[in-house]
């Protein structure tokens, strides 16, 4: 059974940067998808970036785009989230799920979902 674990998260002032990892464990299928959402308090959740495994092409939030990179580690068990240019109106839950076998074009359909990890951006 499939799980991903997310890490690096946590406060940053604005304008700052941070990069979130998902680690996935107990792949079974060749062709899937990783990507982000996050959801702030009282919102609903909106999709931020996804990554297919199979053509290593990122896709991304028209919101975020030019702000995040999206990308596969070596082994392509890991995904990162690089975030520049923060602001408060980042401030979420980002969520790491997987997908197959590819990105959903709304960027918010997944298979499965991780536990979820706090970024704060205060002003």
């Known amino acids: 059974e499939v799980q991903l674990v997310e890490s690096g998260g946590g406060l940053v002032q604005a304008g700052g940067s941070l990069r979130l990892s998902c680690t996935a464990s107990?792949?079974?299928?060749?062709?899937?998808?990783i990507g982000w959402v996050r959801q702030a308090p009282g919102k609903g959740r909106e999709g931020v970036a996804c990554?297919?495994?199979?053509?290593?092409?990122?896709y991304y939030a028209d919101s975020m785009k030019g702000r995040v990179t999206i990308s596969n580690d070596n082994p392509k068990n890991t995904v990162y989230l690089q975030m520049n240019s923060l602001e408060p109106e980042d401030t979420a839950v980002y969520y790491c799920?997987?997908?197959?076998?590819?990105?959903?074009?709304?960027?918010?359909?997944?298979?499965?979902w991780g536990q979820g990890l706090q970024v704060t951006v205060s002003p």
């Open positions: 107990g792949l079974t299928r060749d062709n899937y998808a």
């Open positions: 990554i297919s495994s199979s053509d290593d092409r990122p």
């Open positions: 799920a997987i997908n197959y076998p590819y990105c959903g074009s709304s960027l918010i359909v997944y298979h499965r």
